[in-house]
Structure formats: structure tokens, C-alpha cells
């Protein structure tokens, strides 16, 4: 293509054009993200240092709202790197399809059994929007949407809350930083399964609040999907 000339692809891991041409990655940085492999969290996903361990620490001392989870990659260095250009630096919404492409590999086993509804990017605020100019969700929820001709929903959750960044704070923070952050829409009732896809998992905060608005609006199962997870122990 035309456009593909005059900006051509960069890749997603050392920010370089990409190499072979019409690729979405490099050849030689295909191996650099850090996927995720067992053990693993049999509830969010997050890998674990110990192979006798079957859930990672929040998991196993939380009450949470959602089911399970799958992430795609570690986030490590690298993929920290990665999204924070994505998120900030112009130019850089391509990587979205090389993001996606692997999560939908991550995750393809799992949307055959949950066999969702509807897809829900996590939202952000509607200040933060206008600023970055997109949603890094939506473009990750778009690209899943694609592959698994599952609908994406941007109407029926919102942020409603301008929250301080969740890196910033701690556990007990995060839950503060949520309270009355998300409006879910009465018509959310009509999705009985849902996945929502968000860039990073950590805590676990962000996805457990918006799993218990939901299902305090009807919503009886609530997955998620993201690109990057923290590591467990």
C-alpha cells in the first residue's frame, strides 16, 4: 500500500521499520516478549514461581467478581516499553495488530469455552480520550473482534470517574480509585457472558470492579483478556 511507503510499519519491540517488509514484528524480535506459560494462576493467569501453587496471591485471598482471565505476555521491561509507546508515542497504533493477533492465539481455547456475548474494551475517561485521541482497549478489543466475529460493546459501560493512574497506588488505593468509577448501562443485561480486554493486568483492580458492576446490572459471567499480566508468586 501507498501509505505503508510513506510510513512504513514499525515494529513493536525495538521500534525499528519492521523487517521482512509486511510482517508486523521483526524477524529477529519475535522471541523478546515473554510469553506466558505454566504455571500459571488457574484463576487470572499470572505465571508463578511455584509449580505446586494453583492460584497467585491476590487471587487466593480475594473474593473476586470475575471468572478467570488469560494474558498474552509478562509484563516485563520490554513489554512495559512497548505499550507505554503505543499508549503515548504518535505513530504508533499499528502495534495494536501484532497485540491483538497473539492474544487472540493466548486466548482462542478459552473464548471456544466461554463463548461470550460480547466483547467490552475496559474504558477510560472521557478527558484521557480526548488527549491520547483513542482507547488502547478498543483497538485490542477490534482486533479480537475480527478473529472471533464476537460484537464489540463501547455502550454499555463508561468511566465516569477521572482516576488517578493505577500504577501510582496500592492495593488499598486501587479498590478507592475505583469506587463509583464505572456507569453500566440497564441494557447490559441483554450480554449474560462477557470478556473484557484491557493492555495491562496487575492487581487486578480495574477488572474486578468492572466485573461487579456489571453483574449488579445483570451480567452472569465476565471473563478477561489482556496483552500484558504482572507476574504472580
Not at 464505572?182 to 483492580?205: Q, R, W
Amino acid at each position: 500500500m501507498l501509505l505503508d511507503f510513506f510510513f512504513p510499519r514499525r515494529c513493536p519491540v525495538c521500534d525499528q521499520i519492521v523487517t521482512p517488509y509486511g510482517e508486523k514484528i521483526c524477524k529477529k524480535c519475535r522471541t523478546q516478549f515473554k510469553r506466558i506459560a505454566e504455571p500459571k494462576c488457574k484463576r487470572c493467569g499470572k505465571p508463578l514461581e511455584k509449580e505446586t501453587a494453583e492460584y497467585c496471591y491476590d487471587c487466593a485471598r480475594k473474593t473476586l467478581h470475575y471468572e478467570s482471565g488469560i494474558a498474552a505476555f509478562v509484563y516485563d521491561a520490554g513489554m512495559k516499553n512497548s505499550i507505554a509507546r503505543f499508549k503515548y508515542a504518535p505513530f504508533r497504533r499499528e502495534y495494536a495488530d501484532y497485540y491483538a493477533e497473539e492474544m487472540c492465539k493466548a486466548s482462542r481455547i478459552q473464548m471456544r469455552r466461554w463463548k461470550p456475548d460480547a466483547l467490552i474494551p475496559v474504558p477510560i475517561h472521557k478527558a484521557r480520550l480526548v488527549f491520547r485521541g483513542f482507547n488502547q482497549a478498543e483497538l485490542l478489543a477490534r482486533g479480537l473482534s475480527k478473529e472471533f466475529q464476537i460484537p464489540v460493546r463501547t455502550d454499555l459501560v463508561y468511566r465516569v470517574k477521572k482516576t488517578t493512574p493505577q500504577k501510582e497506588l496500592n492495593d488499598k488505593e486501587r479498590k478507592n480509585n475505583l469506587k463509583s468509577a464505572f456507569h453500566v448501562k440497564p441494557n447490559a443485561i441483554e450480554c449474560k457472558t462477557v470478556v473484557l480486554v484491557d493492555d495491562i493486568y496487575t492487581t487486578g483492580s480495574t477488572m474486578d470492579a468492572l466485573a461487579k458492576a456489571l453483574k449488579a446490572n445483570g451480567v452472569e459471567q465476565v471473563y478477561f483478556v489482556c496483552l500484558a499480566i504482572g507476574r504472580g508468586y
